[in-house]
């Protein structure tokens, strides 16, 4: 590759109901982070999914882009991480990847329980290379997890626009969506605790 090169690669740029969660995921997990404070808002847990294919050059869990990288999502798992959850200094779960929304039998399965457990109390965050304009257009799936989160950092990673300076992103491109609000409103309204 030729020294600049990179900065000017693109990531790939799905067409609506093309990549699909029913074709494309093993529901495999590249790692779980209990109580951590990075992957957003107060103490966490994140969960990170298997399978991305939007290639974003300068990925920074490139490993994590294989489909059966990891290991297998399994129900011992997905009870512990409930169990972290109940930590009354937990204040939820973060989606990462991988790309949640293309493994949404795991991801939906999580939130349901999730909702079903702890009602409001614990929020959800989530990572996607989609932005909240392509999700709106894609499978019933991805818009049912979708309305299921509270927060939603949207957009490919942009090497070009690359920002170590930006709050729970990594490229000036990345949105941090109230999804909520969104929905309610029928447009994009950003989080209001965002620093700019």
Known sequence: MVKGEEKTQRPRDPSPNTWLAEKLSQRYIASYKPFNFVDGE?????????GCPFNCPGCYNKAA?????????TQELEDQIIRDLGQPFVQGLTLLGGEPFLNTGVCLSLVNRIRKTFGPAKDIWAWTGYTWEELQRDSKDKRE??????ILVDGRFELAQKDLTLQFRGSRNQRIIDV???LTNGQVVIWDRLVK
Do not use: E, P
């Open 42 to 50: 107060g103490v966490r847990c994140s969960l990170y999914v298997s």
């Open 65 to 73: 882009q294989n489909f059966r990288y990891g290991q297998s999502y």
């Open 145 to 150: 997890l979708l309305a299921k989160i509270n």
């Open 180 to 182: 909520q609000k969104s």
